[in-house]
């Protein structure tokens, strides 16, 4: 089984809303990955977990808040956000390579499509 | 941070015709993959690539790390091949993952 499945599929928010986006993937993986895609460009790595804990961080704002439950599980909470971070958003996970002859393929879920109002 | 850029940006070639697409990428890396997203937004992996040569059916692909590029052949496109192409680098740590800039294909029948 090499799916990554994330609920829900389309999300509409206001702006003082708490919500949250789910993926899962029950390949085995150690490394699950959350990433921002915007119109017509590609997609932006935002946070990457490593046997569940944060190992990189790229700078996003605090009204993005990141959990990973277990090694399956992976959650993005939302609050406070603003129109400009409506976009598609897309998890992936991977085995997590440590050597160099290694590989460490992505897999990608379908992705949630948010639109913040 | 490094670069990535992809040519064409965008592509439209009729069924049947064969094509070649490009990505530099502005230092080494240690990871290559190259996806295809396809209109619903849904990222499919093609090939995990850091250096060599691989074939997958009408798919093949080439990376030569020393000289900074890759390349991702498509033969004898069908409709279906329509989408995005985005190659995917990591240098550094393998999971610090930059996309390119992506190319737009569109296969006419």
């Known amino acids: 089984d090499t799916e990554v499945t994330q609920t829900p599929k389309h999300l509409v928010m206001g702006m003082t809303n708490k919500k949250s986006l789910k993926c899962e993937q029950h390949?085995?993986?150690?490394?699950m990955y959350w990433y921002k895609q915007k119109a017509k460009k590609p997609p932006e790595l935002m946070f990457v977990?490593?046997?569940?804990?944060?190992?990189i961080n790229e700078s996003v704002p605090s009204r993005f808040s990141p959990e990973c439950p277990n090694s399956s599980l992976l959650n993005l909470h939302l609050h406070a956000l603003q129109p400009e971070d409506s976009a598609l958003y897309l998890c992936?996970?991977?085995?997590?390579?440590?050597?160099?002859?290694?590989?460490?393929?992505?897999?990608f879920g379908p992705g949630t499509r948010l639109t913040v109002l | 941070g490094i670069q990535v850029e992809q040519s064409p940006p965008d592509l439209i070639l009729q069924e049947g015709a064969n094509s070649t697409l490009r990505c530099n990428f502005s230092d080494s890396v240690n990871n290559l993959q190259w996806f295809h997203q396809n209109p619903w937004g849904q990222l499919i992996n093609l090939f995990y690539?850091?250096?060599g040569t691989k074939q997958n059916g009408r798919l093949s692909a080439t990376t030569v790390a020393t000289e900074r590029y890759s390349l991702l052949y498509i033969s004898s496109s069908q409709t279906t091949d329509s989408g995005v192409y985005f190659c995917?680098?990591?240098?550094?740590?393998?999971?610090?993952?930059?996309f390119g800039t992506g190319t737009k294909l569109q296969v006419i029948p």
């Open positions: 995917a680098v990591s240098s550094g740590g393998y999971q610090k993952v930059t």
């Open positions: 977990y490593s046997y569940e804990k944060l190992s």
């Open positions: 390949m085995g993986h150690r490394a």
């Open positions: 992936a996970s991977s085995q997590l390579a440590l050597e160099a002859t290694a590989t460490d393929t992505q897999y």
């Open positions: 690539i850091p250096s």
